[in-house]
């Protein structure tokens, strides 16, 4: 009796399919998790604008810039400004702002359900968060004192300095810098740069912070998502200006 060639796959071919079809499934999962990460950067940017924008409303509509919330709840810490419980290492008060989406505290969240955090110079004797403090010193003696800066490792970095060609934003400073702890939701770590940005559970008073792009746990520094943007002094100034509330 004739005997007939079977038709189908060896047990190595099929072995060889399955390999193939695991490599381009976990290659597109990488690359679906990577567009995925990239929405929230984007939509982590969009809220922290957002925030800037409502602070500048807030300075216009009060004279002054909000103080940072404590861990309590999510309006400014005391209410009606003055000195601020946590100037530099406290939250958005998004409560006292109107901004959403907050957890159930009444916190602004990034896209990672991160709490957004938010630093207040305290220069001038709170001058930025006291009520028509501002126009009485008056803009050319006003000096904000938050300072964002490229890295923790260049030379001269310290709590109050950038350091040597470190800084991005000019001498005195900022009046506010308002950031996100990115995907990790670390608060520094092993990372140099991220432990530069003031931590909400400890008493850090610093007055400098990193921004720079994302990068991964071997870079220089370390690992580091932190999303920041600061409100500029001029920006603050002129819309204060249109609105009557300097000089």
């Known amino acids: 009796m004739k005997i007939r060639p079977q038709n189908g796959f060896t047990l190595v071919e ?31 940017h969009a809220r922290l604008e957002d925030a800037r924008d409502a602070l500048t409303g807030f300075a216009i509509a009060y004279g002054r810039l909000p103080c940072p919330a404590s861990a309590a709840s999510g309006a400014e810490s005391p209410a009606g400004g003055g000195v601020c419980t946590n100037f530099n290492n406290g939250f958005l008060p998004a409560a006292t702002l109107g901004l959403t989406p907050v957890d159930s505290l009444g916190f602004l969240t990034d896209a990672w359900g991160n709490r957004i955090r938010y630093a207040v110079s305290n220069a001038n004797g709170n001058a930025f968060t006291t009520a ?6 008056g803009m050319s003696a006003l000096a904000p004192d938050l300072m964002v800066c490229a890295s923790a490792t260049a030379a001269g970095f ?15 400073g900022v009046p506010a810098v308002i950031y996100s702890t990115g995907k990790n939701g670390a608060y520094g770590g092993t990372s140099i740069d991220e432990t530069a940005n003031p931590n909400p559970n400890s008493a850090d008073n610093n007055h400098t912070f990193v921004s720079h792009s994302i990068a991964p746990a071997e870079a220089t520094g370390g690992v580091f998502d932190d999303q920041l943007i ?8 002129n819309r204060m200006v249109q609105a009557g509330k300097l000089p």
Request: glycine residues 4%; charged residues 15%; contains cysteine.
């Open 14 to 44: 099929m072995a060889i399919v399955l390999a193939i079809m695991a490599l381009i499934l976990g290659a597109s999962l990488t690359l679906l998790s990577a567009q995925q990460d990239q929405r929230k950067v984007e939509d982590t």
């Open 132 to 137: 028509d403090r501002m126009k009485l010193i």
């Open 158 to 172: 310290d709590a109050v300095n950038c350091g040597t060609n470190n800084g991005l934003t000019a001498a005195p």
């Open 230 to 237: 600061w409100l500029s002094q001029n920006i603050l100034y």
